[in-house]
C-alpha cells in the first residue's frame, strides 16, 4: 500500500475502513522497522480520520432526514 492510496479524494468509507483494518493487521504482525511503524501509523491516522468524516456526513444526512420528518409530521398536524 502506498501513501497516495490515502490522498484520494474519492476514497468511500469502507475502502478507508478496510485499508485501516490492513495498516492494523500489518502493526500487529510487527517486525517492521521503526521508521515503518510510524509510517503505517501515521497512514491508519489519516485513515482513522477520513472514516470519522464519513460517518459525520452520514450523521448529519439521518438528522437532516428524520429533522424533515418530524417537521412534515408538525406541518399536517397543524394542518388537521
Do not use: I
Given at each position: 500500500?502506498?501513501?497516495?492510496?490515502?490522498?484520494?479524494?474519492?476514497?468511500?468509507?469502507?475502502?478507508?475502513?478496510?485499508?485501516?483494518?490492513?495498516?492494523?493487521r500489518e502493526l500487529e504482525a510487527g517486525?517492521?522497522?521503526?521508521?515503518?511503524?510510524?509510517?503505517?501509523?501515521?497512514?491508519?491516522?489519516?485513515?482513522?480520520?477520513?472514516?470519522e468524516r464519513h460517518l459525520e456526513g452520514?450523521r448529519e444526512r439521518i438528522e437532516a432526514?428524520?429533522?424533515?420528518?418530524?417537521?412534515?409530521?408538525?406541518?399536517?398536524?397543524?394542518?388537521?
Open positions: 500500500m502506498t501513501d497516495t492510496e490515502t490522498e484520494q479524494p474519492e476514497l468511500g468509507y469502507e475502502q478507508a475502513r478496510d485499508q485501516l483494518v490492513e495498516v492494523v517486525g517492521l522497522s521503526l521508521e515503518q511503524s510510524l509510517a503505517l501509523w501515521e497512514k491508519g491516522e489519516r485513515l482513522a480520520k477520513l472514516c452520514a432526514a428524520l429533522a424533515s420528518v418530524e417537521d412534515n409530521g408538525d406541518d399536517e398536524n397543524r394542518d388537521s
